[in-house]
DNA sequence: TCTTGCCCTTA
DNA sequence: GTAAGGGCAAGAT
């Protein structure tokens, strides 16, 4: 080997797991025999000696191998036999896979190396060095940080999957050390995926810190003393031994006596006949197709390759093979394919990738690429330089802007403001965007910063005065002609409507992210950026600063604030670019088009609306809780013989379990004794009088912190109402949030809960009035699964667990025993929430036997239900996202984890994701079409909130009753005409005063 | 001052 | 057993 050559090290165990948990499962079709990970790895390895790894010509590999690891038994494990102890099992349909994936390295003429007793990484480092002494350069495809210790001015890592290459920066930006001190950082703060014990309390930042400081493990060990810290002093002293051990452990061995010397490395023509046999006989038509080309081997000619899998048989090969199909599709299609869908025509049955040939490259891989058109590339490919953003100081540059806005068609637009809350917030400036790179900042109400108490305080030369400027800009953001975009438009639509401009037509960058990758991600602008465009924007952080000394915006210098605010648009622009193109070549223009981005300007009126709260009232009943809890506490501490603090699970813990010896129940995550409300009652039950009292004042405390004393500062300075704030993207199944103040959990259940629900008052003159779906979600549930007796239970307007219950355990409805309806309505309830045995037994307090013989029951008398969940299961293993009856995607990415435990809870949430989804979707439908109906009918009611299943609105006393039925008819009607739901739903309304009365 | 854990409120 | 937001205590920074 010399200093011309360039060798390849690919990490072949980050490769197969990679392939195996990024893709859904893949069977080969004659036997069943599991090729979901070779399939994946033949991809990234075929693309790996497509594309090479390295852009510079002349530069390409000369040596390449795949390093696999021989067997978990290591000279590691002797050192320290907790050594990856806690790695489970490989699933079991990966096991065969891995000598199947051995033959396709060779298959594609690529050497494959691994050696008894040495992990992947220790032959990686040590034919690294071999290299790098030859002044060779290096290249290591892998994803695992502890191969970073390797990188040097000749090594390098890149990561294939997330086109991520490491050079020695990168590697200071991660462990905030050099390579050469990486071992160090590790040996100091350990790994919990490798079982690397480390030091406890130190982490990734401080290990650095003191690396840094002392310079390597030896010395800080050494000189552990003079740290200041007290428990970190001690923690250095007394763990000194498994620092030193955690270092052999982390530290990567470059002297192993490799039995395949470093030159016979040297790549050699791919085979195209084998590679071509192997993978016809693997079943993978695409990449075989593609593979047959490039190489120029005959594919009709070749037969696929014979080589045996133990349990498996060995396929003919005569065009009997081709790439299983995903089993489960269209679970939801009975109910969505069998009713026209004329508004969400890509329903539940049309998933894109699932139709496609490319069965080899399944759905749910992230493949940005292929979804790429022109201006996407442009987008993300153009340098982010916020140097490069114009101030737009004059009435005439703004005007040269807007005509370039018309000039375009569409134009990126952002606010800059003093307030997260768009109700109190004042405008500061606008960005606009009409190119990648082509962005501007217009200031209007910057305020000089270092103004004290006494000066300062003026607005700053070089802004347009506001109103001139909105002048300008309104009639271009109220112009259909021009598309405006903006990441979370919602804030600011709310915004300038207080500024008098309504902004039409839009399209959101936040609401194009959530249509397509619901579950995946969030749908910030920063992390959109990362994922997308490979750019961190500047953070609101730097130009702000946190905490105490945040400032508002309009403190902000104009040049600082050019270049945030600009690449605000800049960015939101691009984002468009990449994502807007997904929405058609991903069917899910309808689901944009008619749940998402109509929401907006609703919920925006909504939320400047706000309700009012009577303010007395809470303030009173403040008072009274207050008095209640001392009540309570007197007690409580006269029981417990001392006094501590309530409020502290730990201390409370310590009375009961610890002092009062009683018998404790359930631990916490952590290890500590529970104390939560169901323990307490259990303890109460046996007729300790003290968990009792906890519980009530738990209850008052609540009441009183989250509510009575929490609420009155939410109302508006001005309109004395309160406005909340709603998420359209925050849930994964479609349903909204609501936050500062949340008005979706304000208190029912109680007598005292009551109480605050009735401080939500209509303004005189005016009735609340409360619409809610009666049981929208096992209508729903009835409907997608098409259960008869559910279906026909809901049509006769019966009563639905008393139904379950006479249907489980054959009593009739009349006199029944209200304790069998309570078991069947918690069955039901199990059922949406993808019931287990478990939660059912917790939920009853009944054994887990026991709950287990109910749900026996009740599938066999709902055989439909169960073959429903067992169908959603396959649906979300093989696609990796579950749809609603509009067409939303839920998506699981993770659901294929070999973890048992987390295995079953994504395939719970995604049971239950299809129903609580499609719910929401139909409250979302009848919003956007309520104002409509309510105006067509001219009437005066106003939408306040939206509870999940009720929606709340105000209206004048003399409308009351021509509202109702108006408000009832839009609700029970929403699904039309898109659908037409198989089961009646059904909605109860009422007015009064307050909310509780509504209610 | 910030983050994590625990507990509680709703549908 | 599903989906959320939020207050307070405690510990790390």
New binding site residues.
């Given amino acids: 080997m010399t200093a011309d050559d360039h060798l390849i090290l690919v990490d072949g165990s980050t490769f197969i797991f990679r392939a195996y948990h990024a893709l859904p499962p893949l069977t080969r079709k004659p036997d069943g025999l599991p090729v979901g990970a070779v399939s994946g790895f033949c991809n990234m390895l075929w693309k790996l000696l497509q594309e090479g790894l390295s852009p510079e010509p002349g530069d390409e590999p000369t040596h390449m191998a795949v390093i696999f690891d021989h067997s978990s038994k290591t000279f590691r494990s002797d050192i320290y036999p907790e050594y990856k102890a806690h790695r489970p099992e490989p699933p079991e349909d990966l096991i065969p896979q891995f000598g199947l994936i051995r033959e396709a390295t060779r298959a594609f003429s690529v050497h494959c190396v691994e050696q008894e007793g040495f992990e992947a990484d220790d032959l990686i480092a040590t034919y690294a060095r071999q290299a790098a002494a030859a002044g060779a350069r290096v290249t290591i495809a892998s994803g695992d940080k502890d191969l970073m210790q390797l990188i040097g001015p000749t090594v390098k890592m890149i990561d294939t999957m997330k086109g991520k290459t490491f050079e020695e920066a990168d590697v200071f930006e991660k462990f905030g050390v050099g390579p050469d001190k990486v071992i160090e950082v590790q040996s100091l703060a350990g790994d919990s995926v490798d079982n690397v014990p480390g030091v406890p309390?130190i982490?990734l930042?401080?290990a650095a810190l003191l690396i840094n400081e002392f310079g390597d493990l030896e010395t800080l060990l050494s000189r552990a003393s003079e740290i200041k810290?007290n428990?970190?002093r001690e923690n250095l002293i007394e763990f000194a031994e498994q620092a030193r051990v955690s270092k052999q452990l982390v530290t990567l061995k470059q002297d192993v006596p490799v039995l395949v010397p470093v030159d016979h490395l040297a790549v050699t023509e791919i085979d195209g006949p084998k590679a071509v046999g192997f993978l016809k006989a693997m079943g993978f038509t695409t990449l075989t197709k593609r593979v047959a080309e490039t190489t120029g081997a005959e594919l009709a000619n070749i037969e696929p390759a014979d080589f045996q899998v133990p349990g498996w048989d060995v396929p003919d090969g005569k065009g009997r093979l081709s790439p299983a199909s995903p089993t489960a599709r269209g679970v939801a299609a009975p109910a969505a394919s069998s009713t026209s869908q004329s508004e969400a025509g890509d329903g539940a049955s049309s998933s894109p990738a699932s139709g496609s040939a490319q069965a080899d490259l399944p759905a749910g891989m992230m493949v940005p690429q292929t979804v790429a058109s022109e201006a996407a590339d442009a987008a993300r490919n153009t340098t982010i330089d916020p140097s490069t953003y114009e101030t737009v100081t004059t009435v005439e540059r703004l005007k040269e802007w807007v005509a370039e806005a018309y000039e375009v068609g569409t134009v990126a637009f952002d606010t800059e403001t003093t307030s997260l809350d768009a109700m109190q917030a004042d405008l500061v400036g606008v960005s606009l965007a009409t190119a990648p790179g082509k962005a501007c900042y217009v200031p209007l109400g910057h305020v000089d910063g270092e103004g004290d108490l006494l000066g300062g305080g003026g607005l700053l030369p070089g802004q347009i005065p506001l109103g001139e400027a909105l002048a300008v800009l309104k009639p271009m953001l109220e112009d259909r002609a021009v598309l405006k975009i903006a990441q979370n438009l919602k804030y600011d639509w709310l915004l300038m409507t207080r500024y008098g401009v309504d902004i039409a037509p839009f399209d959101d960058t936040m609401l194009l992210s959530y249509t397509l990758d619901a579950g995946k991600g969030g749908n910030g602008m920063d992390e959109l950026s990362e994922r997308w465009l490979g750019h961190t924007p500047i953070p609101f952080k730097e130009i702000c600063g946190?905490?105490?000394s945040m400032i508002t915006f309009d403190k902000v210098a104009i040049d600082k604030a050019t270049a945030y605010a600009a690449e605000d648009a800049d960015v939101t622009l691009r984002l468009w670019q990449v994502l807007k193109p997904r929405l058609a070549s991903e069917r899910m223009a309808t689901v944009y088009e008619t749940l998402e981005r109509p929401m907006v300007p609703v919920l925006a009126r909504m939320e400047r609306r706000g309700i009012s709260v009577d303010r007395q009232m809470l303030s009173r009943l403040s008072g009274d809780f207050a008095q209640g809890m001392a009540a309570e506490e007197d007690e409580i501490y006269a029981l417990a013989g001392e006094t501590f603090?309530i409020?502290?699970?730990?201390?409370l813990?310590d009375i009961l379990f610890g002092k009062m010896g009683l018998p404790g129940g359930k631990k916490?995550?952590?290890?500590?004794w529970?104390?939560?409300?169901?323990v307490?009652e259990d303890l109460a039950a046996e007729g300790h009088e003290l968990p009792s009292k906890i519980?009530a004042w738990?209850?008052l405390?609540?009441?009183k912190?989250?509510y009575t004393?929490?609420l009155p500062g939410f109302i508006h300075p001005e309109t004395k109402r309160v406005h909340t704030s709603y998420?359209l993207a925050?849930?994964?199944?479609g349903?909204l949030?609501?936050?500062?103040?949340?008005l979706?959990?304000?208190?029912?259940?109680?007598e005292a809960?009551r109480k605050i629900r009735k401080a939500f008052v209509a303004t005189p003159g005016h009735k609340l009035i409360s619409a809610d779906y009666s049981q929208i979600e096992l209508r729903v549930l009835a409907h997608m699964a098409d259960i008869p007796q559910l279906k026909k239970a809901f049509a006769d307007g019966l009563d639905i667990h008393a139904m379950t219950a006479s249907e489980m355990f054959g009593v009739p409805i009349e006199g029944m025993d209200p304790s069998v309806r309570r078991r069947a309505k918690?069955?039901n309830?199990?059922i949406?929430?993808?019931?287990?045995a478990?939660?059912?037994a917790?939920?009853?307090g009944i054994g887990r036997g026991e709950a287990s013989d109910y749900i026996k029951t009740y599938f066999e008398r709902f055989p439909g239900i169960r073959d429903y969940m067992e169908a959603v299961k396959k649906e979300v293993h093989a696609n990796g996202y579950v749809t609603t009856i509009f067409g939303r995607k839920a998506h699981y990415p993770d659901v294929n984890t070999s973890n048992p435990n987390m295995r079953a809870?994504y395939e719970?949430?995604a049971i239950?994701?299809p129903i609580?989804g499609s719910a929401a979707d139909i409250l979302r439908r009848a919003m956007v079409r309520m104002e409509d109906r309510l105006s067509h009918s001219r009437l005066d009611a106003q939408m306040l909130l939206q509870?999940?299943?009720?929606l709340i609105f105000e209206v004048p006393d003399a409308q009351v009753e021509v509202t109702l039925p108006v408000i009832r008819e839009v609700m029970e009607k929403a699904c039309e005409p898109a659908l037409t739901l198989s089961v009646p739903l059904q909605v109860d309304a009422r007015a009064a005063d307050n909310w509780d009365e509504a209610h």
Avoid at 647 to 651: D, R
Avoid at 737 to 742: I, R, V
């Fill in positions: 309390g982490g930042k401080t810290q428990k970190r946190s905490g105490k603090n409020g502290s699970p730990k201390q813990g916490t995550k952590t290890g500590a529970s104390t939560s409300a169901s307490l519980v738990r209850q405390s609540k009441l912190s989250t004393d929490a998420s925050a849930t994964t199944t349903r949030s609501s936050s500062e103040p949340n979706q959990n304000i208190p029912v259940r109680t809960g918690a069955i309830f199990g949406i929430y993808g019931i287990s478990f939660g059912l917790a939920q009853l809870f719970r949430a239950n994701a609580q509870v999940h299943d009720e």
